[in-house]
């Protein structure tokens, strides 16, 4: 069922046996599994089923630390939240990264990939992907009729994407929630505060207010806050009436630890004399075994580990091709060195787009091609950085609440470990006399200006074993605090260089489980 909470007399008390603040990946995704049990469940939106600009206003927050996006931009405030436009990009965490990696400082979850197995299995019909056969080379290469590149010095392999189509969970599942009986989504109902017994060891209920509408409390067995990896930590902090630091904060911990994954469009190029030794995978999206996927490359765990780094994911971009007609001579890789590569991706024409729909793959490589020219994109991985986080604005919102201030840090090592990778790229690709590649970025620690956000929230609210290390336990159960739960990505202990979606589902399909048999 679904309300308008504007419409709810005020001073209204709702009691429920869950409250779920957020109607996002997360926060659908438990509401959907534990539809039809016993369990009531009370979901609470801030926005409506449409975007509305009033309520994206409470998005708006400040920025210091590096560039990065307007608050009010990089996520959306209504029901389905933020996959309302997010891209569809899959891919799971590999085992790796939940490790604790002795030259990554605050690394290891308290939980392995095995145990998320199930739930990744789980999260591919949710985001509507096919199979759970990521790092499976031997099935994608039958399927594709093709082979991987091979990657003679075992420094770099090739991983899969998967693409939702992508998955806009508000519209999707907008009728599962209606029709839930034991669901009563609450639309236009932001929460402001969660209100604490003394001691801060139980949630006693929630205070929400809708803009220009009543104002109601929610009080509930169990809690779970689903509003997104910045929002979260600016509901603790906010949340100080009996606990001066907010809900969850004994150790100062919420907020820090703000992860991206930082992107840069273009950090070398690649040419080659022989495009075709790159199948189609690498280069569009294929539509293959009721899926959409595309092949990048990553570090091999072995050289992850030998060298102490940290994952970084490319992906292959083609910028041009040459044949007869654009170029005479015949092409060596030395020849098409030479030229400048700059010239050659202007006389080429426009980057073509590595995210555009679904092609036919017979048409790589286009006919009569001689060579290619290739743009790396990369994403990586940020180390946990206690600096690197978000506090509290003095400026506030149209409901009088302060506003979220982010400060995001990267750090010298973020960037030469992925001078290091880029090094490996490179060398893997003269061992196979794949062309020549031409690294853009400086050598040293400095990261240039142009690096941007891939819109990953992560790591404000992270897991770990101990409440000295962490605001949640490897149950999302905030330390401390008996009934409270945390879904989403601020719960990551560090984000790898995947996608964090298809992460976020799994762990709330796992933590619907959990909160099942509390309940039940
Ligand atoms: C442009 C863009 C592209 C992206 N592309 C990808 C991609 O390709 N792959 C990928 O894996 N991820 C991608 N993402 C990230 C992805 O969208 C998020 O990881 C995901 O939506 C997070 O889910 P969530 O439920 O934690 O938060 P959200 O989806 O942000 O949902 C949070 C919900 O909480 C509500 N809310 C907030 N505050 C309150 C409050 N106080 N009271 C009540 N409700 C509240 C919001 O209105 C919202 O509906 C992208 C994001 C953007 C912006």
Same mark, same amino acid.
């Given at each position: ?31 959907? &599994? ?93 985001? !509507? ?68 017994? !003394? ?107 030998? &060298? ?118 490179? &060398? ?39 409440? &000295? ?52």
């Amino acid at each position: 069922m679904i309300e308008d909470a504007r419409q709810l007399p005020e001073d209204t008390l709702i009691e429920t046996d869950l409250a779920i603040i957020g109607a996002g990946a997360a926060g659908i995704t438990i509401a959907r &599994e534990l539809a039809g049990t016993d369990i009531q469940i009370c979901l609470l939106e801030s926005g409506g089923l449409e975007f509305e600009q009033d309520t994206q206003n409470l998005y708006n927050g400040e920025n210091g630390g590096r560039w990065y996006y307007p608050l009010d931009s990089c996520r959306l405030r209504y029901f389905g939240g933020s996959t309302n436009h997010w891209g569809g990009w899959c891919r799971p965490l590999t085992p790796i990264d939940f490790e604790a990696r002795d030259w990554i400082p605050h690394s290891g979850w308290p939980i392995t990939r095995a145990d998320l197995d199930p739930y990744y299995l789980r999260a591919q019909p949710v985001t !509507e992907t096919g199979p759970f056969r990521y790092d499976a080379t031997a099935f994608w290469e039958e399927l594709i009729g093709a082979k991987m590149l091979p990657f003679p010095l075992g420094l770099i392999t090739t991983t899969f994407f998967q693409y939702s189509p992508p998955t806009r969970f508000g519209t999707r599942y907008r009728k599962d929630i209606e029709q839930a009986t034991n669901v009563r989504a609450l639309l236009h109902a932001t929460v402001t505060e969660i209100e604490t017994s !003394e001691t801060g060891a139980e949630v006693t209920g929630l205070r929400v207010a809708t803009l220009g509408g009543p104002s109601f409390r929610v009080r509930a067995r169990r809690y779970i806050l689903a509003t997104g990896a910045i929002e979260n930590p600016r509901l603790l902090l906010l949340s100080n009436r009996s606990q001066p630091a907010g809900v969850g904060n004994t150790h100062d911990l919420v907020g820090r630890y703000f992860m991206e994954h930082p992107h840069i469009p273009s950090v070398a190029n690649l040419v080659t004399s022989r495009p075709e030794a790159f199948n189609a995978a690498y280069t569009q999206h294929l539509s293959l075994a009721d899926s959409i996927m595309h092949s990048a490359l990553i570090p091999t765990d072995a050289l992850l580990r030998r &060298e102490r780094l940290q994952q970084a994911v490319f992906t292959v971009g083609v910028l041009g091709v040459y044949n007869t007609e654009n170029l005479t001579q015949p092409a060596t890789d030395d020849e098409l060195h030479l030229r400048d590569i700059f010239n050659l991706q202007r006389d080429l024409g426009p980057p073509r787009a590595t995210d555009h729909p679904p092609a036919g793959y017979n048409d790589w490589p286009p006919a009569g091609s001689l060579g290619a020219s290739c743009a790396m994109g990369c994403a990586c991985e940020q180390a946990p950085n206690p600096e690197s986080r978000v506090t509290l604005s003095e400026e506030r919102d149209a409901l009088g609440l302060r506003r979220a201030r982010l400060d995001w840090r990267l750090s010298e090592t973020d960037k030469l470990s992925l001078n290091r990778i880029l090094h490996a790229l490179a &060398e893997e690709f003269g061992a196979q006399g794949l062309g020549r590649v031409h690294l853009t970025l400086s050598d040293d620690g400095n990261w240039p200006e142009e690096v941007l956000g891939g819109y990953h929230h992560m790591g404000t609210t992270r897991m770990a074993d101990s409440p &000295e290390n962490g605001v949640v336990d490897a149950n999302c159960r905030v330390h401390g605090v008996d009934n409270l739960y945390i879904a989403g990505s601020s719960v990551f202990t560090t984000g790898g260089a995947s996608n964090p979606t298809l992460t976020i589902v799994a762990l709330s399909l796992r933590l619907a489980d959990h909160v099942r048999t509390q309940l039940s």
